[in-house]
């Protein structure tokens, strides 16, 4: 069982430019998460889908990001005209879990670097 | 609104010493979930352990251990022995629950404990 991956790795793009991420989840996990991590600071919530569902989105996602899961399994995420404030590590996880809470633990994948220029 | 507040920055020891890492939480939430990760060099976030607000009781695995208290909203981490491969940021973490123990999705972050353990 391989556990979260992302693609790619790192990402160098110019203030302006439209990048996308890729998130494969944990086979089988049924929720995913995008998180973002700036230099000291703990990962901040983005948004977060079960299923194919996107059930919440933070006030940090702004009207240039999109995520979408179309079937489920992988998720993209989206950011249009970048801007330098948007250079941050970006996070994926993915988690198990029953509707009573059990097995919500969140497992991450390296994450996707991105610096604007 | 929630809110975890990781007491220390960064704290340094001398290998084999013992170091408790502080966490402190805010929530209005009945039911909640509290969690400690690990993120080393390398960048990747390991997760550690998760406890529910339901259940009280201290955890140890091995050189870690976790005293969870409810009284006092706080969830501190202490790494016994300390190694070298224990040198990494650690993020204490906290996410809301509904009735049913029901779970609700994001996770809050703490800003985070620089560990540096000193051969």
């Known amino acids: 069982d391989t556990g979260v991956s992302q693609d790619p790795r790192h990402k160098i793009t110019k203030r302006g430019q439209n990048v996308t991420f890729r998130c494969d989840p944990i086979s089988e996990h049924n929720r995913l998460y995008w998180y973002r991590q700036t230099l000291g600071q703990g990962p901040e919530f983005l948004t977060y889908?079960?299923?194919?569902?996107?059930?919440?989105k933070s006030r940090l996602l702004s009207d240039r990001f999109s995520a979408e899961r179309p079937k489920g399994s992988f998720s993209t995420l989206e950011i249009q005209r970048t801007e330098q404030g948007d250079s941050a590590m970006y996070l994926c996880?993915?988690?198990?879990?029953?509707?009573?809470?059990?097995?919500?633990?969140?497992?991450f994948g390296p994450g996707t670097r991105l610096t604007v220029l | 609104a929630q809110k975890v507040t990781q007491v220390q920055t960064e704290i340094s020891v001398v290998e084999k010493e013992d170091v408790t890492l502080d966490c402190v939480y805010e929530?209005?939430?009945?039911?909640?979930?509290l969690f400690w990760y690990k993120q080393p060099p390398s960048g990747e976030l390991v997760f550690l352990i998760r406890?529910?607000?339901?259940?009280?009781q201290n955890e140890i695995s091995g050189r870690y251990s976790w005293n969870f208290q409810k009284s006092t909203s706080s969830f501190n981490f202490t790494i016994t022995a300390s190694q070298v491969v224990d040198s990494a940021v650690y993020f204490c973490a906290l996410r809301g629950g509904g009735a049913g123990g029901t779970s609700y999705g994001k996770l809050t972050f703490g800003q985070g404990t620089i560990l540096t353990v000193h051969p």
């Open positions: 406890r529910n607000s339901f259940d009280e």
């Open positions: 996880a993915s988690s198990d879990e029953l509707a009573d809470g059990s097995y919500n633990e969140q497992f």
């Open positions: 889908f079960q299923n194919e569902a996107q059930l919440e």
């Open positions: 929530t209005r939430d009945t039911t909640y979930y």
